[in-house]
């Protein structure tokens, strides 16, 4: 039998049904703290529940426009906005019983961005908040998108070590006293100003200085800060290690 033959008697039906789905772990920072963006789903399962932005991948697109159109749907975020989020596969999750509804199997994607707006719930949802990332313990969750959400906060403040993806956060101008805010935002932990500014700046392609300066100096005077852009390195190295990390490695 040909190719052509075989296609032509071939039967999906002949096989046990499985559905993709794609999730988002949409991250900002607002206000000084770490946001998620969840909605609250408006129908069965898990009605009322809180859960990641997502839904079924359309026959006609891939799984990245697909996450891009769950997280515009949310967000309202569109054109060069849009495409100035980050947006990374983050893993699949296929557990048989993770959907009550049939087979489903989810791939999961992480995206981070400055400065994302106000969430509007889409059609299949009641709310949808930008919640701290500290408070998620006060949320009931669908389906397994706890482990989805660990994942994705693991993933980005492990990446924060090796990549210049902090940058991602941030306007495309900033300063190191911004930079080094993302860091201790992400992780969690209060980083030493002079040891950070040391760090950065001896990380060939890090970031590189824009040769300008901010308009004013700091709430306490003094003179204004250097303005830095993302430089055009794809990893750090030597790498910036979170301070628990770093006692482990020595």
């Not at 996450?67 to 296929?94: D, I």
């Not at 993770?98 to 059609?123: N, Q």
């Not at 994705?152 to 300063?175: D, I, N, Q, W």
């Amino acid at each position: 039998m040909n190719e052509q033959d075989f296609l032509a008697a071939y039967d999906p039906r002949d096989y046990p049904a499985v559905a993709v789905t794609v999730d988002v772990v949409a991250l900002t920072i607002r206000e000084g703290a770490l946001h998620l963006l969840l909605i609250r789903r408006g129908a069965p399962p898990y009605e009322g529940h809180w859960a990641l932005p997502g839904g079924f991948v359309h026959p006609d697109e891939d799984l990245a426009t697909g996450a891009r159109r769950e997280l515009a749907e949310e967000t309202g975020l569109g054109g060069e906005r849009l495409r100035r989020v980050h947006l990374e596969q983050l893993g699949s999750y296929g557990a048989p019983d993770r959907d009550p509804r049939m087979r489903v199997v989810s791939i999961a994607h992480l995206a981070f961005a400055p400065d994302l707006p106000d969430p509007s719930a889409g059609t299949d949802a009641e709310d949808a908040v930008w919640l701290p990332v500290t408070a998620l313990t006060s949320r009931q969750l669908a389906f397994d998108h706890a482990r989805i959400i660990d994942d994705g906060l693991e993933r980005a403040r492990s990446k924060l070590e090796y990549t210049p993806l902090a940058t991602r956060f941030l306007e495309p101008e900033f300063t190191i006293t911004e930079l080094r805010a993302v860091y201790e935002t992400v992780w969690g932990h209060p980083l030493h100003a002079g040891n950070f500014h040391r760090k950065v700046l001896s990380v060939p392609g890090f970031v590189e200085s824009t040769g300008a300066s901010t308009e004013r100096g700091g709430a306490r005077g003094g003179p204004r800060a250097k303005l830095y852009r993302a430089g055009d390195a794809r990893l750090l190295h030597p790498a910036l290690l979170r301070p628990a990390r770093e006692e482990t490695v020595r």
